[in-house]
């Protein structure tokens, strides 16, 4: 992994000045994956307590771009990231910055549930546990929390010691909500958390995702539109790995600046 | 023409499918045979409570157990020699390391397991227990500690190889859900993965202990050929191996009980890696289920 950092002090003082607006601030981001450049040059500032959806057709670099804020992409070998990311104003992309620290600060929930093969209790204990605490009562009450959080509660307290793969898949990916929030981070990434969901789950979780923006920073991918345009407030469209349009929701979905959104979100292409 | 052509091989195919099951068959029939015969001269009780094995002296003792702590001591020191780096060798390459030293690597452990026995027998024998002695003043020439510790790095690959497939079948996907909530990759490894991997480690070891009893050449050449009921590992024992070994090289006359003995003991070991190989077999089957 290389990252290629980009020390432009003049810019900083002016940026500093606003940042505190913002709770995520991308710049000039470049993504390379080898020669191939899968992100270009994008920069966009993300609101606290917001939800943003990012939209665009299949292999337009939205997962790309959403996991650069967790730093997920180190694990592919010839990943290469050019720009600054910064989170409540730290760069994220600075070598000294700690991954497990970020992590509990930027939980992610992914495409598919993807539960450990472990009791439901364990699974969202997990995150607590990693991080050395050991006070069973506290740990108990996190997970009740989460749990409630999630919407699951009353649906598994009965049954915590289960494996977690005996849930169905709306419960499992609620479970994975509710283990990412027992760790308690402040921006949530979803990259097309509903997608392997049946409607009724579909609706639960979006509902949810709309409680959760009182307290977390939401970022979701998403490739139905009436759902972006439900739930979110602000909506980014990619092409091609670039930032056509990002602006609010009910602009880009009623009164588009540019063409091309206009035809993705009325499907004309896609 | 090509009708016939597949026939031909179709048939060829079956026969040789039946060959096997035959041969198998025919092994076993002889083992059961001739231990049945055994049998009917020495008790089956004896067999199994007499602590003493010396069917070729004069004063004739046919109690297995000498022979049975030989071979579960022998195996036991080298599990306790390949669980430990082979299990940190396959978490290694499949956590930690780069995919092209994957690449390169797992082949020659695998070579490990290629080296003749022979080889790795005279290495105990020459190597190991002259190295051991400066450390284990009372350390016999022949003993079960060298002869394991040999053995249980010979059967390094068989723990490390299949481990390792365990550990690198495990989706993705959970390992992406630990880091997401900031776990290292030492916790993932551990507190994900490896679980996550449990019947294939398991397995994988179960496989590497059927190898261990079964081994021979090794214990016949570093570990004696003195029955011995005992648990220390610095002095000679035999296993079961060795001792068939010993009396298929000697001159014992055909037929006669001396002979047969080979066969009793043949079956013990038999049952033994049966025993394994059926439950590795259950919970491969198991684990197949659980991943579809
Ligand atoms: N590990 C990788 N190595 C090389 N190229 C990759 C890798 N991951 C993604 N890409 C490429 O980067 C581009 C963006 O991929 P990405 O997964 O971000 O798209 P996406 O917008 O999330 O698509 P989808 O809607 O199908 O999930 C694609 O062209 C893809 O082929
Ligand atoms: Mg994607």
Redesign the pocket.
């Known amino acids: 992994m290389n990252v290629i950092m980009t020390e432009n002090t003049e810019n900083l003082n002016t940026e500093d000045k606003i940042a505190e607006k913002y709770k995520l601030q991308t710049k000039d981001v470049n993504v390379f ?2 020669d ?1 450049q ?1 992100i270009k040059e994008v920069s966009m500032n993300i609101k606290p307590n917001s939800i943003t959806a990012f939209i ?10 959403l996991r650069l804020f967790n730093r997920m992409n180190d694990y ?1 070998e ?2 290469k990231m050019e720009g600054k990311i910064k989170i409540d104003d730290t760069n994220i992309y600075k070598n000294k910055i700690q991954l497990e620290q970020l992590r509990k600060q930027v939980g992610m929930v992914f495409q598919k549930p993807n539960p450990f093969p472990k009791s439901i209790f364990e699974n969202v204990a997990y995150g607590l546990k990693i991080q050395g605490i050991k006070d069973k009562k506290l740990i108990a009450a996190r997970v009740e929390k989460a749990l409630v959080q999630a919407d699951l509660w009353n649906e598994v307290k009965d049954n915590l010691n289960k494996s977690a793969l005996t849930l169905s898949g709306g419960q499992q990916q609620r479970l994975c909500i509710a283990r990412t929030l027992a760790v308690e981070p402040s921006i949530l990434l979803m ?2 958390p509903t997608s392997a969901l049946d409607p009724i789950s579909t609706a639960k979780i979006e509902e949810l995702i709309h409680q959760l923006k009182k307290e977390y920073t939401i970022i979701i ?1 998403t ?1 139905n539109m009436q759902q972006a345009a439900r739930i979110s407030d602000y909506t980014a469209f ?1 092409y091609m ?1 670039e930032l056509i349009e990002f602006d609010k929701t009910k602009k880009i979905f009623t009164n588009p600046d540019k063409k091309r959104t206009e035809n993705y979100i009325t499907g004309r292409f896609g | 023409m090509r009708k016939i052509k597949e026939f031909v091989i179709e048939k060829s195919l079956l026969s040789s499918a039946l060959v096997t099951i035959a041969v198998t068959v025919g092994i076993i029939s002889v083992l059961a045979f001739e231990a049945f015969s055994f049998f009917q001269e020495v008790s089956i009780v004896d067999f199994f409570t007499d602590t003493q094995w010396t069917p070729l002296f004069t004063k004739k003792h046919y109690g297995i157990l000498p022979l049975l702590t030989g071979t579960l001591l022998t195996t036991f020191i080298a599990i306790s020699v390949a669980l430990p780096i082979g299990l940190s060798i396959s978490i290694y390459l499949s956590e930690y390391a780069p995919k092209s030293f994957r690449k390169t690597i797992k082949p020659l452990l695998e070579l490990l397991a290629a080296v003749p026995t022979v080889v790795y027998g005279f290495f105990a024998l020459v190597v190991v227990t002259p190295f051991l002695q400066q450390f284990i003043p009372g350390l016999s020439g022949f003993n079960s500690l060298s002869a394991g510790i040999v053995m249980g790095i010979m059967i390094i690959p068989f723990v490390s190889s299949l481990s390792e497939d365990a550990l690198f079948a495990v989706p993705k996907a959970l390992r992406e859900a630990s880091y997401g909530m900031g776990a290292t990759r030492l916790q993932t490894a551990f507190k994900v993965v490896v679980p996550a991997a449990s019947s294939g480690i398991i397995v994988s070891i179960i496989l590497a202990i059927s190898r261990a009893i079964g081994e021979t050449m090794i214990v016949a050449i570093a570990a004696g050929q003195q029955p011995r009921l005992t648990l220390d590992p610095t002095v000679p024992v035999e296993t079961i191996t060795a001792y068939i070994v010993q009396v298929s090289l000697g001159d014992v006359p055909h037929g006669s009980l001396e002979y047969k003995t080979i066969f009793a003991a043949g079956i013990t070991l038999f049952a033994f890696t049966f025993l394994l190989n059926t439950l590795s077999f259950r919970i491969r089957k198991k684990f197949r289920e659980k991943y579809d």
């Open positions: 994956y080898g191939f899968a665009g057709p299949s292999g337009c670099g939205k997962s790309t771009f592919i010839d990943f990259d097309e991918v490739h990619f790995g």
